[in-house]
């Protein structure tokens, strides 16, 4: 029976990466878009790692070449017989070749009730617009940012005195049991709905990445 491998994809600390890993999440691979605390993680855990920088794709201004660095980053994802895609503080937005190459298979998670507060400053949205509850949301990611379907979210309240720091780690211990969680629960519906029917993508069309 083909068992469900999972990529990791993170750019930041890595926290909850290593949750994923104390709830024995089957990574097979860690893939990270610069160096960053998470890769530490992984090489500690003993998985296997894989660096795709931004920077020799033009970086973090206009000229990065997003279609480049998905491909690349389809590919070897591919590379590693990987069947599911689970971002976590990932902060590159993927092109469409890796939503091909993986649909419905695609994971994020995100720190706001989503639909409210899409993006990359979502704690310190949610703050500034004074909201007494936020949250986090598991959601399965799409072409357009943060607006898949949602598998499963968890209210957070904003205590008085909160900065974006201390409410944005109190989403993330959340973030860290639910999303484990929901990962494993989608692992056993793959896994269980028609045994040994979880492959790789037999091929990754690379061509069409770039
Ligand atoms: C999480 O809050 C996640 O929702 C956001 O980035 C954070 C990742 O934290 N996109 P860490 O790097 O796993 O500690």
Redesign the pocket.
Known sequence: MAHVRVAVL?????????AMLAEEVPVAVVLADRPC??VEIASAAGVPVEIIDRRAFGGFGEGFDRAGFTGRVTEVLGAHDVNLVA????GTVLARALFDAFPGRVL????ALLPAFPGWHAVEEALAAGVTVTG?TVHLATLETDAGPVLAQEEVPVLAGDTVETL?ER??QV?RRLYPATVKTMIDALEGAVPGSVDAPSRVDTEACR
């Open positions: 993170v750019s930041g600390t890595g926290s909850i990466l290593d605390g998470a971002m976590a503080g990932f994020n998670t995100h720190p986090c944005h989403i993330k973030e």
